[in-house]
């Protein structure tokens, strides 16, 4: 993996942090670059956290994370950090709280989720400890490239019966008040910054689940990104038919109307291509940003939409006594709920669902 530093760092904090953060890189076999080389695969971006500065990266493999500091300890990290987090168009931001006589050490993901990695004394595993985090997600490969085909059937332009079953659950989320608020990105950043995410992520807003329905044995209907999901009403828009995943264009497959501009399909569009395929007695799959006591999960927070969250949760899915009504939590994040049909998936977490996920 190579990496380069960026951006001034702004107090001795920070400076110590990047001298860190450079020595255990290079430590454990990683290659020290500059910010504009073909092939990087890390960014790590020092910011001043009143006026973050975006690294415009090239490619989707590039993983940045930001660097920013604050003085005082914030009565909300997470309302705190995350619009530095997507102010500088990163995905990832770690927050140094170098209050006086207190340091903590804070990840802020693009899902709401954070977590504290706190110095117990000893610099050297500090910096180990902050690399383990860094690295899986670093190295991570995000599928969120869409290749739409404009063969839906004409008997499909306006939905099934299927269609209307993940419109209702969707709006049964929402009464459940487990679609969570999402910071609104196009009030957080500059137009300009926002047609850069548009193209380079093919999203215009940021959304907090998703969930899905077979079609039959391949084809699965599933929300799009970024849209309300209390309100899926458009074939193509709100809702898309998914056939396929092309491995060598690492990109889902889509059958859209052809007289529809089409949104992309949810980032989570690869996991639940990868239960469906393993497990044909799979109906329906809900993703919210929720917690059930006592579940089974994942071990590393990996990103949205890369294919090792993906991998994660099709690994937990298959340990569980039945694949088919299986709920699997995902690190800092939220669970994966599968169900013959959506209607089983709601009788099986009413009354047990905690909105807040806990974070490690």
Known sequence: MRFAMIGERLSPRQ?????????????????AAEAGEEQLRLVLNFAD???????????QATYVVTIAQVDERPLSILRAGYPILVRSLSNLLILLVNAKDDFDTYFVTLE?????????GDDDDYFARVYQRLEPLATSNLIINNDFHPDLPEELWEGDDITRQVSRAA?????????????PIQEILPPEDLRHVKRLYGIGGLSYGNLSARKDGRRFWMSASGVNKANLKTIGEDILLVKQFDDRRKAMQLSVPPHVTPRRVSVDAIEHWMIYTEHPNVGAIVHIHAWIDGIPSTQINYPCGTVELARAVADEVRRAKDPSRAIIGLKNHGMTITGPDLDDIFERIDG?????VPMA
């Open 352 to 356: 047990k669902v905690i909105p807040q």
């Open 171 to 183: 709006k049964q989320i929402e009464a459940m008040d487990l679609w969570p608020a999402p910071f």
């Open 15 to 31: 400076q110590w942090l990047a001298d860190g953060l450079d020595r255990e890189l290079q430590r454990r076999g990683h290659d």
């Open 49 to 59: 956290s009143d006026h973050p500065r975006p690294y415009r990266r090239k490619a």
């Open 112 to 120: 709401q989720g954070f977590y504290r990695v706190p110095h117990t």
